[in-house]
């Protein structure tokens, strides 16, 4: 029974998501109220203020969602996996589920909807929020990977830093490429320079 509650709220989760990002794609986010989001989702807004405080955490929470599948997704990886290589697969694991292919670039229609998001400012400001508020789930699965503390040693919330950064740098580099470029080869792009230690490019 319980197992079903759970299947059910986070499908109620992701409905509410999922109007949030439409309507305000749709409308612009400053023509969308909380009332309209629960409406399209099917449920009152005191079932909405359950799962969200704003409009900005509905359309931002799948930042959060993403980290923590990595975090999951890291924990799976096979024990004597080099760090980086487990860190670049489990970090771009949601982000290919939700990109569908990977080699595919967005359509414009689809970019063109997500630039105008991110250029809100109050959007910004709650995604990086949420991102980086997941960064101790993230440095807490590198502290088992490598057998660290990560109450006492700044390996494991360097490296959560550096990552969630690269991540973030790679999205805002596929936001403004032109023409579109797929997401998900930009990202471990990203992901492996930063393994690398950053090397300068070669001319």
């Given at each position: 029974m319980s197992g079903l509650r759970e299947r059910k709220k986070q499908a109620t989760r992701e409905a509410l998501m999922s109007a949030a990002l439409r309507l305000a794609h749709e409308r612009g986010l400053e023509n969308v109220?909380?009332?309209?989001?629960?409406?399209?989702?099917?449920?009152s807004p005191r079932t909405y203020?359950?799962?969200f405080s704003s409009k900005y955490e509905a359309i931002t929470a799948r930042h959060t969602d993403r980290v923590r599948d990595s975090v999951a997704a890291l924990r799976a990886r096979p024990?004597?996996?080099?760090?980086?290589?487990?860190?670049?697969?489990a970090m771009v694991q949601p982000w290919a589920r939700h990109a569908g292919t990977t080699d595919t670039p967005p359509s414009p229609e689809l970019l063109a909807g997500i630039r105008m998001l991110a250029d809100e400012p109050a959007l910004r400001a709650e995604s990086l929020r949420a991102v980086f508020a997941a960064d101790g789930e993230l440095a807490?699965?590198?502290?088992?990977r490598v057998g660290a503390d990560p109450a006492r040693d700044l390996y494991p919330s360097l490296v959560a830093g550096a990552v969630t950064a690269a991540?973030?740098?790679?999205?805002?580099?596929?936001?403004?490429?032109d023409p579109p470029v797929p997401l998900v080869p930009v990202l471990r792009e990203c992901l492996r320079a930063l393994a690398a230690g950053l090397p300068t490019p070669s001319r």
């Open positions: 109220r909380v009332e309209d989001i629960a409406a399209a989702a099917g449920v203020n359950n799962y024990p004597g996996e080099p760090l980086w290589e487990a860190l670049t697969e807490a699965a590198v502290a088992e991540v973030q740098a790679g999205v805002a580099h596929w936001l403004r490429a």
